[in-house]
């Protein structure tokens, strides 16, 4: 977290995508630890390039970090990274506004981290993963906004995408049940427009197909028999820099 927390300062105007993943390479070797992202190739995906994920505006997930994309103030800019130490994975993610936010990007930067922070505390045992998503969907919805449907927080563990599935979205009383000990990803993309995306020719980088903005944020979560553990607690950084 303290990685992430570094690559947060350094977004900035003028700054570019790029800057920020050569950054976040340096300090995974400062601190003796690898990147989860980079080279991380699913259903027969080329290898992701970077270490760091930077997606600014409408920008989804998976944004490569190239130096062509430059921060702006006024933008909205998410960070999303992971490490693995001693076998393990972390999996966290936050968007922070830049200088002077419209009324629109602000106004969708706090409902999108509320829908997410709220479902924390639904993480216990005996709930399941669609009291989770049932309440972010709902937030976002009383928002005035939609949640993307095709990415989805999940287990983590010895792997980056472990089971269960906990979608941003669904039923109450629905999906898998929580016991004690499980770790998830809680995370949602929530959208100034509609859920609909599309991929650049990258491969990689999702956008809204809408064009319009997206917020992201994401928490490792332990489940217990009693409150939830928020492993990754960034819940306290400043919405905009």
Same mark, same amino acid.
């Given at each position: 977290m303290d990685i992430l927390k570094q690559l947060v300062e350094l977004v900035e105007p003028g700054v570019n995508a790029a800057e920020i993943d050569e950054q976040a390479a340096k300090l995974c070797e400062k601190n003796k630890v690898r990147s989860a992202f980079k080279d991380y190739a699913p259903r027969?995906?080329?290898?992701?390039?970077? @270490?760091?994920?930077v997606c600014i505006n409408s920008e989804?997930?998976?944004? /490569?970090?190239?130096?062509?994309?430059?921060?702006r103030s006024g933008d909205l800019v998410t960070i999303d990274f992971g490490i693995i130490s001693e076998g393990?994975?972390?999996?966290? =993610? #936050?968007?922070?506004? @830049?200088?002077?936010?419209?009324?629109?990007?602000? %106004?969708?930067?706090?409902?999108g981290k509320l829908a997410v922070t709220q479902s924390i505390s639904v993480a216990r045992a005996g709930m399941t993963t669609g009291d989770i998503g049932s309440t972010m969907f709902e937030i976002a919805q009383l928002g005035g906004y939609d949640i993307v449907k095709e990415y989805i927080g999940h287990g983590i563990g010895r792997k980056l995408h472990e089971a269960p599935d906990v979608p941003a979205y669904g039923e109450p009383n629905s999906g898998v049940k929580l016991r004690p000990g499980m770790v998830i990803c809680l995370e949602a993309q929530v959208?100034?427009?509609?859920?609909?995306?599309?991929? %650049?020719?990258?491969?990689?980088? #999702? #956008?809204?197909?809408?064009?319009?903005? =997206?917020?992201?944020?994401?928490?490792? @979560?332990? #489940? +217990?028999?009693?409150?939830?553990? /928020?492993?990754?607690? +960034?819940?306290?950084?400043?919405? @905009?820099v």
């Open positions: 027969g995906l080329p290898p992701f390039p970077n @270490v760091v994920s989804v997930v998976h944004a /490569i970090s190239s130096a062509d994309k430059i921060i393990f994975y972390t999996d966290h =993610c #936050v968007t922070v506004g @830049v200088e002077q936010l419209s009324s629109d990007n602000q %106004r969708l930067l706090e409902t959208t100034a427009g509609t859920d609909q995306i599309s991929h %650049r020719p990258d491969s990689w980088t #999702v #956008v809204t197909k809408d064009g319009k903005n =997206c917020v992201w944020f994401e928490y490792m @979560v332990a #489940v +217990t028999n009693g409150a939830p553990e /928020i492993l990754t607690d +960034t819940r306290h950084w400043s919405l @905009v």
